[in-house]
T-cell receptor, first 114, second 113 residues
Framework: KAGVTQTPRYLIKTRGQQVTLSCSPI?????VSWYQQTPGQGLQFLFE???????NKGNFPGRFSGRQFSNSRSEMNVSTLELGDSALYLC?????????????FGPGTRLTVL | DQQVKQNSPSLSVQEGRISILNCDYT??????FLWYKKYPAEGPTFLIS?????DKNEDGRFTVFLNKSAKHLSLHIVPSQPGDSAVYFC????????????FGEGTQLTVNP
């Protein structure tokens, strides 16, 4: 079974721009979560989607948003980029958001904001 | 408030010996715990997990122990191999918070040949 895929793998943007990252979950997985990894804050939860609905949201400003499509693929968007948004953005999938299912991560998108 | 803590930023062991990575948590609502291994610029790779109803889970060279009263878990790797060198993250989730993962800071494990 193919793993979680994320595109693009690397991205360079300038302050004030907006960016969209894409994630395709493992086949059959319907829940997708997004995480941000930075040297200072570590790995932090952004949000989780299931059945095209946001089920859970972390403590991030409204500039960070996401959506999920009917095929479970998900996108996250960051508007008005700031230097501090430079990070590795990770997508994780699991079969469903109920119960203690393990989350499986993609390779991440490395975003650099100049 | 750091709810999951890995107090050792780094650990160095000899090949063939045991590696013990530790993790402490403060949130008593956590009911599922996981260990991930991560290389730079890659996503975390799932290693092993344990439910709060158990105190031990084994998978090959990896064993996770959970001490709920002490709010402590540990990952044992026996025997350690040079290919195990990576950053190891402890993570916890609680059904009451939608099962989002809360991660520790990570421990860099180096296994010397």
């Amino acid at each position: 079974k193919a793993g979680v895929t994320q595109t693009p793998r690397y991205l360079i943007k300038t302050r004030g721009q907006q960016v969209t990252l894409s994630c395709s979950p493992i086949s059959g997985h319907r829940s997708v979560s997004w995480y941000q990894q930075t040297p200072g804050q570590g790995l932090q939860f952004l949000f989780e989607y299931f059945s095209e609905t946001q089920r859970n949201k972390g403590n991030f400003p409204g500039r960070f948003s996401g959506r999920q499509f009917s095929n479970s693929r998900s996108e996250m968007n960051v508007s008005t980029l700031e230097l501090g948004d430079s990070a590795l953005y990770l997508c994780a999938s699991r079969p469903n958001p109920l119960g203690a299912d393990t989350q499986y991560f993609g390779p991440g998108t490395r975003l650099t904001v100049l | 408030d750091q709810q999951v803590k890995q107090n050792s930023p780094s650990l160095s062991v000899q090949e063939g010996r045991i590696s013990i990575l530790n993790c402490d948590y403060t949130n008593s609502m956590f009911d599922y715990f996981l260990w991930y291994k991560k290389y730079p610029a890659e996503g975390p790779t799932f290693l092993i997990s344990i439910s709060s109803i158990k105190d031990k889970n084994e998978d090959g060279r990896f064993t996770v122990f959970l001490n709920k009263s002490a709010k402590h878990l540990s990952l044992h790797i026996v025997p350690s191999q040079p290919g195990d060198s990576a950053v190891y993250f402890c993570a916890a989730s609680a059904r009451t918070s939608g099962s989002r993962l809360t991660f520790g800071e990570g421990t860099q494990l180096t296994v010397n040949p």
